[in-house]
């Protein structure tokens, strides 16, 4: 069964532009989380979605914000990029919401000049 | 709200040396615990999770973890590791009744095995 699967791997954007990045989680999968992961921050929270509804939301910018389509693939949009939002994004997919073991993707790699 | 420490952000051990990687938690309600590795370049993987029961938690790749609730603690422990467990090791917790896809982690310790 093939892992969780995020495009583009890597990004370079500069400042003030928006950017999109996907996810697919691995099939039959429902729930889908996101993840900002930098050196001075750690990981941290983004969203969980679970049948293309908003279930949490991390404490975020309102510049932050993703969906889910009905095949449970997810995207994430950050709008005005600013310095600070340079990052590995990372995505997990899990069969439903609730304690059930996540699985990640590689990550994306987005750089902002 | 809950928050995750973990005490050590850099471990260097030698290659077949035990290692416990400490973790440290706050939270007003009852937590699951989660440990997870990032080999370079790659996503998180679990290694072992406490939801309940047994306060000794074995994982993957000979792990184990012990839940200390009167110390709020959940350190990650190998009696002999390998070169190839040279990775960044992240604690996380998700309260009780939570969703494993909210969690929250700790700033991760970096482990270094060296021949």
């Known amino acids: 069964k093939a892992g969780v699967t995020q495009t583009p791997r890597y990004l370079i954007k500069t400042r003030g532009q928006q950017v999109t990045l996907s996810c697919s989680p691995i099939s039959g999968h429902r729930s889908v989380s996101w993840y900002q992961q930098t050196p001075g921050q750690g990981l941290q929270f983004l969203f969980e979605y679970f049948s293309e509804t908003q279930r949490n939301k991390g404490n975020f910018p309102g510049r932050f914000s993703g969906r889910q389509f009905s095949n449970s693939r997810s995207e994430m949009n950050v709008s005005t990029l600013e310095l600070g939002d340079s990052a590995l994004y990372l995505c997990?997919?899990?069969?439903?919401?609730?304690?059930?073991?996540?699985?990640f993707g590689p990550g994306t790699r987005l750089t902002v000049l | 709200a809950q928050s995750v420490t973990q005490l050590d952000s850099q471990v260097p051990v030698f290659e077949e040396a035990p290692v416990e990687l400490r973790c440290n938690y706050s939270?007003?309600?009852?937590?699951?615990l989660f440990w997870y590795v990032q080999y370079p370049n790659q996503g998180l993987q679990l290694l072992l999770k406490?939801?309940?029961?047994?306060?000794l938690v074995k994982g993957i790749n000979g792990f184990e973890a012990e839940f200390n609730k009167s110390q709020t603690s959940f350190h990650l422990r190998k009696p002999s590791v390998h070169i190839s467990d040279t990775a960044e090791y992240f604690c996380?917790?998700?309260?009780?009744?939570?969703?494993?896809?909210?969690?929250?982690f700790g700033k991760g310790t970096k482990l270094s095995v060296k021949p």
């Open positions: 939270s007003s309600v009852s937590v699951y």
């Open positions: 406490y939801l309940s029961g047994s306060t």
């Open positions: 997990a997919s899990s069969l439903y919401q609730g304690i059930n073991e996540q699985f």
């Open positions: 996380a917790v998700s309260p009780y009744g939570g969703s494993q896809g909210n969690l929250i």
